[in-house]
Nanobody, 124 residues
Framework: VQLQASGGGLVQAGGSLRLSCAAS????????MGWFRQAPGKEREFVAA????????YLIDSVKDRFTISRDNANNTMSLQMNSLKPEDTAIYYC??????????????????WGQGTQVTVSS
């Protein structure tokens, strides 16, 4: 499956962004989907995952009260709504797809396909 992430940009602290991930090439509902991020000088970090049906989500503690992950299987898209952004959210954000049997994996090794990343910069 090919993944295309978009929606990043520069925003002030407290602002919002909505990231999108468009999928093509395979049946989208065969995959659990996730978002990861990588800040300069740091390792890639799991942010959020959603199961194949969109009925369950999992977000890390630092974002769970500010971010929402969702998907639209009819349109082969996934989104990450990011509110109350903080400077520490600055990173390149990647969407990824894993076989649906993994449900909502946080381990990047479970993901077979990755998008190219979109830059999110939050200024203080």
């Amino acid at each position: 499956v090919q993944l295309q992430a978009s929606g990043g940009g520069l925003v002030q602290a407290g602002g919002s962004l909505r990231l999108s991930c468009a999928a093509s090439g395979h049946t989208f509902s065969n995959y659990a989907m996730g978002w990861f991020r990588q800040a300069p000088g740091k390792e890639r970090e799991f942010v959020a995952a959603i199961n194949w049906a969109g009925s369950s989500t999992y977000l890390i503690d630092s974002v769970k009260d500010r971010f929402t992950i969702s998907r639209d299987n009819a349109n082969n898209t996934m989104s990450l709504q990011m509110n109350s952004l903080k400077p520490e959210d600055t990173a390149i954000y990647y969407c990824a797809a894993a076989p649906r049997t993994y449900y909502m994996p946080s381990d990047p090794h479970r993901y077979n396909y990755w998008g190219q990343g979109t830059q999110v910069t939050v200024s203080s």
